[in-house]
Structure formats: structure tokens, C-alpha cells
């Protein structure tokens, strides 16, 4: 047959738009020292999916909150307290262990 112009390059793969957007937001956040609002954003889904599942153990507070938690979820208290209350969020090590603390919860839920 007869050639009709140049072959077309290959359409490029699909990107994944929303997850390189969220990785980006979060390497800004974290180099302009915003830690503490990252935390607070999944602090803030962790509380929602609690209220929703277990108002029970979200009507508590302070240190029975933590031990509740913990003793439903099958975690260390000391690491539910940690999760909860941060210290040292500017370290990047603490910081990833708060943020998948939470997560981890958020998910046992």
C-alpha cells in the first residue's frame, strides 16, 4: 500500500496526575517545615473514620483514649500516644512512624 506520511510516535502512557500532585504537595509541605500540618491532616482522618466507627471510643479523651484505642486496634499504647500526640515531628524517622501509626489505625478501624 501506499505510504501516507511519517508513522505517528506512540500516544504517551497515562500519568498518574493526582498521585505525583499529592507526593509533590507533600516534599513542598515537609521543606518549608510544615510537618506538624501534614500530621494534623491525617490526625483529622484518623478522628473522622473513629467518630464514624466507634463513637464510644471517641467520646473519650486523653490517656483512656489512648488505651482504648490501643487495646481495640492490638497496639502498643506508647505507640497509639505517640501517634496521637507527636513529639519530634521535624525528625523525618519519628515523623514517618507517627504518620503510618495512623494509618495503620485508621486502617484497623
Do not use: I
Given at each position: 500500500g501506499q505510504r501516507f506520511g511519517p508513522l505517528q510516535p506512540a500516544p504517551e502512557p497515562r500519568r498518574r496526575a493526582l498521585l505525583e500532585h499529592v507526593?509533590?504537595?507533600g516534599e513542598f509541605?515537609?521543606?518549608?517545615h510544615r510537618a506538624s500540618a501534614l500530621h494534623a491532616a491525617v490526625l483529622r482522618l484518623f478522628q473522622q473514620r473513629l467518630q464514624r466507627r466507634a463513637p464510644e471510643l471517641y467520646a473519650l479523651s486523653?490517656?483512656?483514649q489512648e488505651q482504648a484505642i490501643a487495646q481495640a486496634l492490638k497496639l502498643?499504647?506508647?505507640r497509639?500516644?505517640?501517634?496521637?500526640?507527636?513529639?519530634g515531628l521535624q525528625h523525618p524517622a519519628s515523623f514517618t512512624q507517627s504518620i503510618a501509626t495512623l494509618l495503620l489505625m485508621r486502617s484497623r478501624l
Open positions: 507526593h509533590a504537595a509541605a515537609w521543606g518549608r486523653g490517656a483512656a502498643a499504647p506508647s497509639v500516644g505517640e501517634a496521637l500526640r507527636p513529639q
